[in-house]
Structure formats: structure tokens, C-alpha cells
């Protein structure tokens, strides 16, 4: 910190140096302790009144109407000096929020962590990266004791903090189902429910909704206005859109969803993502599904992990490292 | 990234509000203004023409759903006229072609 006297000492000696020599360090040395001060808190018209006091110092016998308009120039400056007050204020304030936000992040990415459970017949791979710091997207797999295994993938209308704690709310719904497995479209019609009543009218949430059968190897979905995704069929060798219709959720009450089934075989795949993938927005434009399908195909071989990690980093370079969504990605791949 | 809002009438009296430009979480605000204030009304009557919309993302369609559930409310009418395919889909996919009347741009001229 730098106190008063030293202030006035250090601030005197610069001016008195610069008004004998004119040189050009002297300046650059003033401009250097100007932000001295400003580290420390000094205001600009605590600045002026050392700057008057020493020149009345120097110049005792100073024109009286110079020195009364020294007097009018400090009184000009008060409203500076309460602006810059109130900026170190914010500067401290958004400080402290910031802190607040990166907690609050942590919070949230230790609450939606959802572990990918590991299964004889099935290759899971996942990726969620936000975009800011909290996200909107949500995903998680339940497995049951009959070998069931429940698969959602969410997005909250929205980004960052009104977003996640949408988000949050939603968890804790799906936390609070009963123990035993529902139907897809069940879950979907309980969470349209519980979204309709306590969001923002702005806000709503997409939602696919998939019920594993591990013995049958069929999957029952559901779907409530989410993004579609792709399923591979090992036979046909292609790659078709896993249509699923339904309103998305916090619409209408007595929205009813629709449950697809799906057989799945050997060497099929199941690809689920967040809008964040396919609005992906590069120089040449918008990538089309299509493209998401063909960097996929091309790295077939490969763990579902390895896909979804190395599909994430082509879309990463083709964005220039700037997400723009929150970008979520799950592939299961039957074991062969 | 901008959206320009044309106020005007619609041909059957009721208000039209002409989006051109981007509808996407930076300029959806400007939106939700205008457009909540509009159908706020008992039996508002809103169109909103979206043929110069070049793009429009979740954030869009979400003020859409809030002027939809107030229209609903008030017992008014919301129309969407001029979809691109991309929007369309959107509508679509979101399930909103099902409760929104969306109506063909060539039917629906402008005073």
C-alpha cells in the first residue's frame, strides 16, 4: 500500500523533475505510478489535490483567479471520482460472482455425472461439453437388477445458469421415480407434467427417453420434441434417422407420447445427441446431419468412446474451438 | 447475428410482426418483448411472418411456445406463416406444427 506523505513525496518529485527538464522518461515514469495509484486505490481527485497542494507549494505567490480555478477543476472531477468508486465496487462484485458461478459449475457437474455402466452386450461411449460454464444438456443411464437399462438424453431450452438449474430440477424428478422400470412414454408424460407446472413459460426441455431390454436386445423409446438421432443397422449397412414424435415437454399438460420398439442386432448402433452436434456452425455454414453420419461411419471400427471422442474433436476443429451449444453425444454399439 | 422486426397489420386485422435476420438466444429477448406485449390482450390476434427468418434456433422457438401459451390463455389466435424447410423441421421435430396454425406465405398477402 502506499500511504499519503509517500504519495505526495513520489508524485512532487516526478513533477518538479518534469517541469525543469520536460523529458520524456519523466512522463513515462508518471504514467507508470498513475497506475501505481490505481492499484491502490487512489482516487483521481485525490490525484488533483496533491497536484494543487504542490503547486501552491512551488508557486506561493500563484495568481489568485489560477488558483481559485483549481478549486472549480476538483470540484468538475467529484463525479469521476464517484464512477471510478463505483466501478472498483462491480470490479469486486463480479469477483465474487464469479467465484460463486464456478461452484456453483463444480456443484452441477458432480450432480449430473452419470456413470456408463458397463455391459456384456453393449459398447457404450459418451461426450458432454457444455458451451459456457454450466450446462443445458443432460443425459444418464440406469441399469436395473432384470437387466433393463434406462437411457435419457435432455436438453434444456436456454444456456447457462437458467438452464442448468432447469436442469437440476429435472434430475431430481427423474431421481424420484419409482424404483421399479416405467415405460418410456410414461416417464415422458410425468416429466411433461412436473416441467408444465414450475418453468418459465419460455423455457422448455427436449427429451429422448430409451428402455433397454438386455435379454430381448430391444430398445422402447420414446421421444419429446429431441433432436433425432441415427440408427445403424449392421445388415442393411446404413444409417437411418430413429424417428421418435412427441411435443416437447412443459407445452401442453395432457400431451401423450408415442413409444417406439426396436430390435437391435449384432453390430447395430444406436447414436443419441443434443442439438448442439447437428447446429454445429462452421465458415461454410450449418453441417448437415448427413456429415455427422458420415465422420461416424468412418470410424466404425473403433470403441464407441473412441467415436464419440475423436467426432467431438472434428466438429471442435471445423467450429474453431468455439462451442456454440452444448454439445452431447452417445453411441451403443452391440457387441458382435 | 441481428433481427429486424416489422410491425404491420395482417390481412385479417389482426396484428403482423415480420422477422427478418437471425432468431437465436442473442436476439430472442428483442423478440419476447414485442411479442408477449402484442398477444397480452383478450383475443389477440398475432401473425408472424417468417420467410426472411435465415435462422432460427430453440431459444426462438421457446418465445414462440410462451406467446403460444398466453394466446391460449386469452383466447386469441397466433399464426406462423412463411416457414423455411429448416424452420419447418424445427416445427416439427419440437411437435408445435401440431398446435400452431401455420399458414402457406402465398395465402396469406399483406396489406
Known amino acids: ?336 | 447475428m441481428n433481427l429486424n422486426i416489422l410491425q404491420g397489420k395482417a390481412k385479417d386485422g389482426g396484428e403482423l410482426l415480420i422477422l427478418k435476420g437471425e432468431l437465436d438466444a442473442y436476439t430472442a429477448p428483442k423478440l419476447k418483448e414485442t411479442l408477449l406485449e402484442l398477444v397480452d390482450i383478450e383475443g389477440a390476434s398475432v401473425t408472424l411472418d417468417l420467410s426472411d427468418t435465415n435462422y432460427m434456433d430453440s431459444t426462438g422457438i421457446g418465445v414462440i411456445i410462451a406467446a403460444y401459451k398466453k394466446v391460449c390463455k386469452n383466447n386469441g389466435t397466433l399464426i406462423v406463416q412463411g416457414l423455411t424447410p429448416r424452420v419447418e423441421r424445427l416445427f416439427d421435430i419440437t411437435g408445435l406444427s401440431d398446435i400452431i396454425t401455420i399458414e402457406d406465405i402465398n395465402k396469406e398477402e399483406t396489406r
Open chain 1, 1 to 336: 500500500m502506499i500511504d499519503q506523505e509517500q504519495m505526495y513525496e513520489r508524485y512532487k518529485r516526478l513533477l518538479a523533475e518534469y517541469m525543469e527538464g520536460k523529458n520524456e522518461e519523466t512522463l513515462y515514469n508518471g504514467q507508470l505510478f498513475s497506475r501505481h495509484m490505481i492499484e491502490c486505490g487512489v482516487s483521481p481527485e485525490d490525484v488533483l489535490s496533491v497536484h494543487i497542494e504542490i503547486m501552491r507549494e512551488f508557486f506561493p505567490n500563484m495568481d489568485e483567479r489560477l488558483e481559485s480555478s483549481f478549486d472549480f477543476l476538483l470540484e468538475a472531477m467529484i463525479g469521476y471520482g464517484l464512477a471510478y468508486r463505483e466501478h472498483q465496487n462491480l470490479r469486486f462484485k463480479q469477483r465474487q460472482l464469479e467465484t460463486e458461478i464456478d461452484i456453483a459449475a463444480n456443484v452441477q457437474q458432480s450432480l449430473l455425472v452419470s456413470a456408463v455402466p458397463e455391459i456384456d452386450s453393449l459398447d457404450i461411449g459418451v461426450i458432454s461439453k457444455p458451451a459456457k460454464k454450466m450446462s443445458g444438456d443432460y443425459y444418464h443411464f440406469v441399469r436395473d437388477e432384470q437387466n433393463f437399462l434406462s437411457i435419457a438424453i435432455a436438453d434444456v431450452i436456454g444456456k447457462g445458469i437458467p438452464a442448468a438449474m432447469c436442469m437440476s430440477m429435472i434430475k431430481y424428478a427423474m431421481d424420484s421415480e419409482p424404483e421399479q422400470r416405467t415405460k418410456p412414454s410414461a416417464v415422458l408424460e410425468n416429466l411433461n407434467r412436473v416441467v408444465e407446472q414450475n418453468v418459465d413459460p419460455s423455457m422448455f426441455i427436449t427429451m429422448f427417453y430409451g428402455l433397454y431390454n438386455e435379454k430381448e436386445h430391444r430398445l422402447y423409446y420414446a421421444s419429446a420434441g429431441h433432436e433425432p438421432g441415427f440408427f445403424y443397422s449392421s445388415q442393411k449397412d446404413r444409417f437411418e434417422e430413429l424417428t421418435a414424435k412427441g411435443r416437447v415437454l412443459g407445452l401442453d399438460r395432457s400431451t401423450k407420447y408415442r413409444e417406439y420398439e426396436k430390435l437391435i442386432m449384432p453390430g447395430d448402433m444406436i447414436v443419441l445427441l443434443s442439438d448442439g452436434v447437428t447446429e454445429c456452425r462452421t465458415k461454410k455454414g450449418f453441417i448437415e446431419r448427413g456429415e455427422v453420419v458420415d465422420l461416424i461411419r468412418k470410424r466404425m471400427d473403433r470403441s464407441a468412446q473412441e467415436i464419440v471422442d475423436s467426432v467431438y474433436k472434428e466438429l471442435e476443429r471445423l467450429q474453431e474451438f468455439q462451442l456454440r451449444d452444448d454439445f452431447t453425444l452417445i453411441i451403443l454399439k452391440r457387441r458382435v
